[in-house]
């Protein structure tokens, strides 16, 4: 089945510190790739994601790069900030039938100033 | 657009109770999912509708969890009895057509006592 494993956290950085977070997956077929950001109390909200090997989605200054050689898609920011602070979803959703998005179990970025 | 509607927010109820958690997708959505977050086990997919139809509830842990869509802008999710071991964030989260993003509600974070 489909799985998605990312870095243990909690990630701690001073604020314009680099970021990675990593993640690789497990899929079938071409999946599409996404991370998700979850602010405290809050929803999950889409950050960026990538829907075919070798594209890069970005947003807010985040990056990351679907590599389906390395079946990884690792977030990077070249210069966090404290609003950065949250807890960072890697996500995978399979191109053959099932909807729903499969998970990665989280990483909680804490940005110092 | 309001974005997905979840009530309620918070939910305190004792153990044997029934529990009952309401969504509201975004309008033209006609795929919503149930999610559930703890920390043990991170975000699971509960259930997945199509055009208001259950295509996949392999993840509803048992009996005592049913959902619903009776029609296009609602669907509810129903525990009963509800279990210490139910205490979690629900998240709805809706998309439309062939889209890949998903969108979250807010969540309901229910404890049960």
């Known amino acids: 089945g489909n799985s998605v494993t990312q870095m243990e956290g909690p990630v701690t950085l001073s604020e314009e510190a680099f970021l990675t977070i990593n993640c690789t997956y497990t899929?079938?077929?071409?999946?599409?790739l996404f991370w998700y950001v979850q602010y405290p109390g809050e929803g999950l909200q889409l950050l960026l994601k990538?829907?075919?090997?070798?594209d890069k989605g970005s947003n807010k200054g985040f990056e990351a790069t679907y590599r389906k050689e390395t079946t990884s898609f690792h977030l990077e920011k070249g210069s966090v900030q404290v609003s950065d602070s949250a807890v960072y979803f890697c996500a995978l959703r399979s191109d053959t039938g099932r909807r729903a998005l499969t998970f990665g179990s989280g990483t909680r970025l804490q940005v110092q100033p | 657009d309001a974005g997905v509607i979840q009530s309620p927010r918070h939910e305190v109820t004792e153990m044997g109770q029934e529990v009952t958690l309401r969504c509201k997708p975004i309008?033209?959505?006609?795929?919503l999912f149930w999610y559930r977050q703890t920390m043990m086990r991170g975000l699971e997919l509960l259930i997945y509708f199509n055009n208001n139809v259950p295509i996949d509830d392999s993840g509803m842990p048992e009996d005592r969890f049913s959902a619903k869509m009776p029609n296009a802008s609602f669907s509810t999710l129903k525990i009963q009895p509800s279990e210490p071991r139910d205490s979690a964030v629900y998240f709805c989260?809706?998309?439309?057509?062939?889209?890949?993003?998903?969108?979250f509600g807010p969540g309901t974070r229910l404890t049960v006592t």
């Open positions: 899929a079938t077929g071409y999946p599409s």
């Open positions: 989260a809706s998309t439309e057509g062939g889209a890949y993003e998903q969108y």
């Open positions: 309008s033209g959505h006609n795929s």
């Open positions: 990538a829907t075919k090997a070798d």
